[in-house]
């Protein structure tokens, strides 16, 4: 007999992320800046104190104490991991059964569902109005009435480029009896975050990244921040050696140097708010050709008409965005990058005769 996948398996993809050489690159919500040269020097150095022969720490314990002293938080609270997703699906392999539901929004993460599907849990969605944002009254009770397990959704929102406030995020926790995680991945760009109070709830897990804000996508580095009782349980669950000694090592480093990220947020901020000025500009002069949404990540989001058209007329360009249906997401560049973004983008907009 031939072995066959299983029917959770059977018609998956790969991830499929936008492939080949362009020039400008604004499609992956990515840092454009670079890890400076002393902390690049620093990191080379450590590796030579590395003991590659041996297995890294399980508890990636001085890492995790970088991370507390700069977001200053308990270290004790906090559980590292293989980049937020390795986390994301740990949490839903470990915190739900098969069957259990689990409430998402849309349009969000999309690897929040898709990890859901390999743990066979029920998929309930809340869609967002048409403005894309949330009424959190209608999420507590979308919670609560499909008995969910777990709600997950990230805050600022990947996509929308929009979030909530944490006095309605707050009120939504204390509302609801499942488990919250709150993906705060693009958090350090705003300024409602709650991880300083993290402990306070009982069901709560925020997550962490430095993709976005540290420039360290290429490392993949993680943090989950919870209360001791939902911290052992998650350090219990998760693989023995999940984190890297390298990454351990640079994410050390990274998070020891609080004026340099203080300094590169600032930076990505401005640049953020640099395009979304640029291209409010452009919706004023193009008002029935695109809307662009408020932003409080390091990104903008768009709609088109002809969304695809434009996305295809960029990449022949050389410059990679993300096509989402109707609407494009653009990571803020390098002020060179974000500028040869504009004309193009304007000139395909003055050019248009059916967008």
């Given amino acids: 007999m031939p072995f066959t996948l299983n029917e959770k398996l059977k018609d998956l993809q790969p991830y499929d992320p936008i492939e080949g050489e362009y020039p400008i690159r604004l499609d992956a919500n990515e840092s454009f800046l670079e890890m400076p040269m002393e902390l ?8 030579a104190d590395i003991p590659f022969n041996r297995y890294p720490d399980p508890y ?26 390795e986390l994301i699906s740990i949490i839903e392999t470990a915190f739900l059964m098969k069957g259990d539901a689990i409430l998402t929004v849309a349009p969000d993460f999309s690897m929040y569902r898709f990890y859901s599907s390999l743990v066979e849990a029920k998929s309930v969605v809340y869609q967002k109005g048409e403005d894309l944002t949330i009424d959190v009254d209608e999420l507590i009770f979308a919670a609560n009435d499909s008995g969910a ?42 300024d409602q975050s709650l991880l300083s109070e993290v402990e306070q ?18 490392i993949r580095l993680g943090f989950a921040v919870a209360n001791p009782t939902l911290t052992r349980a998650l350090r219990a669950v998760k693989s023995p050696y999940n984190v890297n000694s390298v990454t351990q090592k640079v994410g050390t480093i990274i998070l020891n140097s ?40 390091n990104f903008v989001l768009v709609r088109l008409p002809d969304a695809r058209r434009v996305f295809d007329a960029l990449l022949e360009k050389g410059i990679a965005v993300r096509f989402m ?18 004309e193009n983008f304007k000139e395909l907009l003055s050019s248009s005769t059916n967008l």
């Fill in 40 to 47: 690049l020097e620093q990191a080379q150095y450590a590796m």
């Fill in 60 to 85: 990636a314990k001085e890492l995790c104490a970088s991370f507390g002293a700069y977001y200053r938080v308990d270290p004790a609270l906090v559980t590292a991991g293989n980049g937020s997703d």
């Fill in 149 to 190: 397990k777990l709600l997950l959704f990230s805050n600022p929102c990947n996509p929308t480029s929009l979030g909530l406030n944490r006095e309605e995020v707050r009120r939504l926790i204390r509302s609801v009896s499942a488990l919250v995680v709150l993906d705060e991945a693009y958090m350090d760009f705003w």
């Fill in 201 to 218: 709830y009982d069901n709560l897990i925020i997550l962490r990244t430095c993709s976005k804000a540290f420039g360290m996508a290429g």
């Fill in 258 to 297: 609080g004026e340099v990220l203080d300094q590169a947020i600032a930076e990505l901020i401005g640049a953020r708010k640099a395009l979304y000025q640029a291209v409010k500009e452009l919706e004023t002069a193009f008002p029935e050709k695109l809307h662009v949404y408020d932003s409080c990540t």
């Fill in 325 to 342: 249906g109707d609407t494009l997401r653009i990571t803020a560049g390098s002020p060179e990058e974000n500028e040869r973004f504009l």
